[in-house]
C-alpha cells in the first residue's frame, strides 16, 4: 500500500459502516477512501495527519434546512427571545433610523403572539410609525407566518383573494404567508443570495457539515435563490444538494435535478394551529387544521415525478395530513411503484403505527429535527399538550418510534428554526430533557451521517468511512464516545474538515 494522497491515523476512525467499527487510519487517494486499518500503517502517503488520540468521523449531513431563508433570518433583525411587542417595535425603529431609507428591512426568530409578555406582536400600523419608507417583514420563527407593515404589503401586490388572510399586517395561513414572504425577499439582489449560500458553506465545513439539503425556493418570489444556488453548485467548499419547493417539474427535470419538493406543505404549523390533525386541537377546539392540497392534486403531481423518476418530498407534521400523503404515495405505489425512488416526508411528526408501517413498507424516507422535539417538549413544559391530547403529546417528535418501526431517519435542522449545526442536533437526540426522546449515540450519529445518504441514494458514496467511498470526513477534538459524562456538543469542537479528501475547514486557519 502506497502512494496515498492522505493518511489520518493514531486516532479512532468512527466508520459508521454496517457493524459500526473503529479504525486506527485510513488512507485517501483521488478523494476516495482507498483503506483502513486498526494494525501499524506500513505504507505511505504525501501527506499524513496524526491525530494524537482524537477522533474521525464521517463529514455530517443536515437533511433539512432552508438555507436562503437561514441567510436572510441572519443577516436581519435579531429578534429570538424578544418577549414583548415595545421591544421589537423599538429594534425595528433603530433599524429603520439607518443607512438606505428605503432598504427592505426583515427580522426573523419573532416569538408568536401567545408566547410575548402581552400577548400579541405588533401591528402593521404600529409598524408604520416606526418604519418610514422601509418595507419591513418580520417572520414568525416557525417560518409560516409574520407581520408586515403597509409599504411591504403594497410591495408584493397580494392578490384579492388572499386579502382575507392579513389582519392588522399579521397573517398564518400557508399559501398567504409564502406569497408575502416570497415577493418580500424576492426584492433583494441575486448577489446577495450568492453571498448567503458561500457564507453558510463557510459556517458549515466549520462545523463539520459537508453537505446540506437545501430545501429552498418558494421563500422568494420566481425562486431566485434557487436558480442562484443551482448556478453556482461547484464553487461552494460543501456540497448543496437542491430541494427545490416548487410543483413545476419541468423547470427542476430542465436543470438536471433528480429530486423535487421538500417543505411542499400538506399542513402547517402547530404553533399557529393550521398542522392538521384527526382530533381538534386542546387549545382551539373549533380548529382540526385544514389540509393545503386536494388528494387529487397531490395524486397528479405524485404520480408525474414517479414516471419523471424523481424524488419527491412534502411537509407533513399532524397525523391526518401524514395520512393523505402516504394514502397517495400508497396508490401510486400500486400503480407505477414508487420504492425504488424514496419520496420523502418532512418533519413526519405524530404519525400513527399504520403510517410507520406503511411507510416502511414503500420505502418512504423520512426527516426529523431533535432539536425541535426537544425545545418544544423541554424544562417548560410539554407544548404540544396545546394541540395534541397527552397521550399523544409525549408522542409528537418522537423519531426513535419510527427507527423501530423499520423507517430511514435522517437528522436535520429546519433552520432557521433551530441552528444548522449537526452536532448540536446529535447532542439533543441524545440528551433530550424528556428521558423518553433519548437515544444511543449510535443512533444519533446516524441520522447526520449514513442515513442522511440514504434518503438521497448516496449510501454507495458517502455517510461512512469505507473503501471505495468518497473521503468526507471531519476530526473531533475528542472521541464522542469516551467522553466524560458523555456526549456533550458543548465540550467538542471541529478541528478539521474534509471533502472529497481535500481539507475545507482547519481549526488552526
Known sequence: MNGFDLLIKNGTIVTMDGELSKKRWIAVKDGVIQALGDDDFTGEAQEAVDLNGRALIPGLVDTHAHVSATGVIGKGLPLAGVNTSKGILDIVEEACSKGDPEAVVIGGNMFMPEQME?????????????????????????GHGGVVNTKALNMVDLPKEMEHGVVDGMFLEDKISFYIMG?????????????????????????GITTVHALDGMFVRDDKDVETLIRSLDKYPIEYIPYWQTFDLERVMGHGLKQIGGCLSVDGSPPQFTSCYLEASPAAPHTRGLLNFSDRELYEFVTACTKADRQVAFHAIGDRAIDQILWIYRQVDMELGIKHLRHRIEHFSIPLE???????????????????????????????????SPEKAVLEEKFSRFTAGGLIVGGGSDSPVTPMDALFGIDRAVNAFQEYRRVSLDDALKLYTINAAWLTRQEDVKGSLEVGKQADMVILNKDPYTMEGGFNHEAISVDATYKKGKLIYSKGD
Open 354 to 388: 399504520q403510517h410507520i408501517e406503511m411507510a416502511a413498507g414503500m420505502n418512504i424516507g423520512v426527516t426529523s429535527q431533535p432539536a425541535i422535539g426537544d425545545m418544544l417538549d423541554g424544562e417548560g413544559g410539554n407544548s404540544y399538550l396545546a394541540f395534541l
Open 118 to 142: 402581552d400577548k400579541r406582536v405588533p401591528t402593521q400600523d404600529e409598524l408604520d410609525k416606526v418604519s418610514g419608507n422601509h418595507p419591513v417583514l418580520l417572520a414568525f420563527w416557525t
Open 183 to 207: 415577493g418580500v425577499i424576492g426584492g433583494l439582489p441575486n448577489e446577495y443570495f450568492e453571498s448567503v449560500y458561500m457564507d453558510i458553506a463557510k459556517k458549515c465545513a466549520s462545523i
